[in-house]
């Protein structure tokens, strides 16, 4: 089982920044997938971000040119560098891990507010 650990949440002032962490239990080069997730009160979740294992990233259309998602296989950690934060991006933010399996982690929580 593959478990997935996020940390680097926390409070920030709006137009601050914060940089998430999610380590992996197993070889993130295993997966075809990382991505980051978030979920906010009365919302769906959103799709944040991904990156394939070839270094491939996406990002939402609201996160364009603020967030960063990146990987460092060595440390089997995906990480998402956060700039610009705004109130609206206050959720808990998720890692997902897909390959043979969907695996999630259990969240860390951004709250950006004055």
């Known amino acids: 089982q593959v478990q997935l650990v996020e940390s680097g949440g926390g409070l920030v002032q709006p137009g601050g920044s914060l940089r998430l962490s999610c380590v992996a239990s197993?070889?993130?080069?295993?997966?075809?997938?990382m991505v980051w997730y978030r979920h906010a009160p009365g919302k769906e979740r959103e799709l944040v971000a991904d990156?394939?294992?070839?270094?491939?990233?996406e990002y939402a259309d609201s996160v364009k040119g603020r967030f960063t998602i990146s990987r460092d296989n060595a440390k089997n950690t995906v990480y998402l560098q956060m700039n610009s934060l705004k109130p609206e991006d206050t959720a808990v933010y998720f890692c997902?891990?897909?390959?043979?399996?969907?695996?999630w982690g259990q969240g860390t929580q951004v709250t950006v507010s004055s």
């Open positions: 990156i394939t294992s070839g270094g491939t990233t």
């Open positions: 997902q891990a897909l390959g043979r399996g969907v695996y």
């Open positions: 197993a070889n993130i080069f295993s997966f075809n997938y």
